[in-house]
């Protein structure tokens, strides 16, 4: 209960938080603090407060260092290389959709643009698969990369329900299936999932991803391209 | 990509704007380094736009996303830095840094204590860091040795208030 000692006792508080008060002084406030909830409640908190003081080190109270006037624009300047980069991944992936709209009607089949582009450098050339034949409103492409350990895919997904676990494999010639890992699909996001599997590209018949209760399956059939294009142009 | 809190270029000027003196700053205090402290904090906000979905603001404000950002953005620079360790003077290896929440309760407390009034903080560093008797404090500064109380109290409290606006919990 407040009482009207509590406007005398106040202000020694803190100093009483802190353990400063004398002997006498203590004595007095703790007979107070006794019958007075409210300053029972202000000390336990100032107390609390106290006990943060000695991680402080008071040599380090004046102003606080400042960063460079120029890092601010320096980051907006990395940010702008980085979505730059990252508008440059993303059509090398998806051009491959310009030719594919108009076949998406049909149900449960699966066509797949094989594009070769060229490049790679490492004996085969990395290829563009697209997922056709989806429902309305999803699109699915892959990028094949081949390495030594097996295969890179770059994998781009978008219109499925927001947080959908996808699961990716790839299935060999003989029909053995390897895992390529999974990733959420997250409303907004356009970006590539980057995975890869240990089975090499030219063993690999067809890429396949498990999404909610659904699963895509698109031939890769490395002889077959169907059309060609011609590499995208870089960036100016 | 990066649909969420720092999508567009506005909004990464604003967070900068709001908090990059704040992460400098602990930053600084924790690697003792302004050139690495400068990267860490680039590198969080680069961190923080690819990541830009996965904020939430009902789960904490962008100040306490970006610091928890930056603090791992400090244990891998501290790592890096640690696979050459400093030689200390004398030649033996330098005591290992302290560990890093310990610098960020530091740096917070020390953060409040420059929000404080110069009033408030200078009775705290008088009676309490430096442990020097109120009535000496009270004459230094030419008022009463009550007032050196009171401030001392109502220095807890502000600096309890700060605190809280800067997100502590404990």
Same mark, same amino acid.
């Given at each position: 209960? @407040?009482?009207?000692?509590?406007?005398?006792?106040?202000?020694?508080?803190?100093?009483?938080?802190?353990?400063?008060?004398?002997?006498?002084?203590?004595?007095?406030?703790?007979?107070?603090?006794?019958?007075?909830?409210?300053?029972?409640?202000?000390?336990?908190?100032?107390?609390?407060?106290?006990?943060?003081?000695?991680?402080?080190?008071?040599?380090?109270?004046?102003?606080?260092?400042?960063?460079? @006037?120029? =890092?601010?624009?320096?980051? =907006?300047?990395?940010?702008?290389?980085?979505?730059?980069?990252?508008?440059?991944?993303?059509?090398?992936?998806?051009?491959?959709?310009?030719?594919?709209?108009?076949?998406?009607?049909?149900?449960?089949?699966? =066509?797949? =643009?094989?594009?070769?582009?060229?490049?790679?450098?490492?004996?085969?050339?990395?290829?563009?698969?697209?997922?056709?034949?989806?429902?309305?409103?999803?699109?699915?492409?892959?990028?094949?990369?081949?390495?030594?350990?097996?295969?890179?895919?770059?994998?781009?997904?978008?219109?499925?329900?927001?947080?959908?676990?996808?699961?990716?494999?790839?299935?060999?010639?003989?029909?053995?299936?390897?895992?390529?890992?999974?990733?959420?699909?997250?409303?907004?996001?356009?970006?590539?999932?980057?995975?890869?599997?240990?089975?090499?590209?030219?063993?690999?018949?067809?890429?396949?991803?498990?999404?909610?209760? @659904?699963?895509?399956?698109?031939?890769?059939?490395?002889?077959?391209?169907?059309?060609?294009?011609?590499?995208?142009?870089?960036?100016? | 990509?990066?649909?969420?809190?720092?999508?567009?270029?506005?909004?990464?000027?604003?967070?900068?704007?709001?908090?990059?003196?704040?992460?400098?700053? #602990?930053?600084?205090?924790?690697?003792?380094?302004?050139?690495?402290?400068?990267?860490?904090?680039?590198?969080? #906000?680069?961190?923080?736009?690819?990541?830009?979905?996965? #904020?939430?603001?009902?789960?904490? !404000?962008?100040?306490?996303?970006?610091?928890?950002?930056?603090?791992?953005?400090?244990?891998?620079?501290?790592?890096?830095?640690?696979?050459?360790?400093?030689?200390?003077?004398?030649?033996?290896?330098?005591? !290992?840094?302290?560990?890093?929440?310990?610098?960020?309760?530091?740096?917070?407390?020390?953060?409040?204590?420059?929000?404080?009034?110069?009033?408030?903080?200078?009775?705290?560093?008088?009676?309490?860091?430096?442990?020097?008797?109120?009535?000496?404090?009270?004459?230094?500064?030419?008022?009463?040795?009550?007032?050196?109380?009171?401030?001392?109290?109502?220095?807890?409290?502000?600096?309890?208030?700060?605190?809280?606006?800067?997100?502590?919990?404990?």
């Amino acid at each position: 209960m @407040k009482t009207e000692n509590c406007r005398e006792w106040r202000e020694s508080l803190g100093a009483y938080a802190l353990g400063h008060l004398s002997a006498d002084e203590q004595a007095g406030l703790e007979a107070h603090l006794e019958g007075c909830a409210e300053c029972r409640a202000e000390v336990q908190s100032l107390q609390q407060v106290a006990t943060l003081l000695p991680h402080a080190d008071p040599e380090r109270f004046g102003p606080s260092p400042q960063p460079p @006037k120029d =890092l601010g624009e320096r980051i =907006l300047a990395t940010l702008d290389g980085e979505r730059r980069e990252q508008r440059r991944h993303q059509r090398r992936l998806r051009f491959g959709f310009a030719f594919g709209g108009a076949a998406t009607a049909l149900a449960v089949a699966v =066509l797949a =643009l094989v594009v070769f582009t060229g490049g790679g450098g490492e004996g085969e050339p990395e290829q563009h698969v697209e997922f056709s034949s989806l429902p309305a409103g999803v699109e699915m492409a892959a990028m094949l990369e081949p390495h030594a350990y097996g295969t890179e895919i770059h994998m781009y997904v978008s219109g499925i329900r927001s947080g959908t676990l996808c699961r990716v494999f790839l299935r060999a010639d003989d029909g053995a299936r390897y895992p390529a890992g999974t990733f959420r699909y997250r409303w907004g996001d356009d970006s590539n999932a980057i995975l890869s599997s240990a089975l090499d590209l030219s063993r690999t018949a067809a890429i396949g991803v498990h999404a909610g209760d @659904k699963t895509f399956i698109a031939p890769v059939d490395r002889s077959a391209a169907a059309i060609q294009i011609r590499p995208e142009e870089e960036e100016t | 990509m990066a649909a969420g809190a720092l999508s567009r270029e506005r909004d990464v000027r604003d967070a900068y704007a709001a908090h990059a003196g704040e992460l400098y700053g #602990f930053a600084v205090r924790s690697l003792d380094d302004a050139g690495l402290a400068e990267e860490a904090v680039q590198e969080t #906000f680069v961190r923080a736009w690819r990541a830009g979905e996965r #904020f939430d603001p009902e789960i904490g !404000s962008l100040r306490t996303w970006l610091f928890a950002i930056l603090r791992n953005v400090v244990i891998d620079l501290g790592r890096a830095r640690s696979v050459r360790p400093r030689v200390g003077p004398e030649g033996g290896i330098e005591p !290992s840094v302290e560990p890093l929440d310990e610098a960020l309760l530091s740096w917070q407390v020390e953060e409040a204590m420059r929000r404080i009034g110069d009033d408030h903080r200078r009775v705290i560093v008088e009676t309490y860091y430096r442990a020097r008797p109120y009535a000496e404090v009270a004459e230094e500064l030419g008022v009463p040795e009550g007032t050196v109380k009171s401030r001392v109290y109502y220095g807890l409290r502000a600096l309890r208030v700060v605190l809280e606006e800067m997100g502590y919990e404990d």
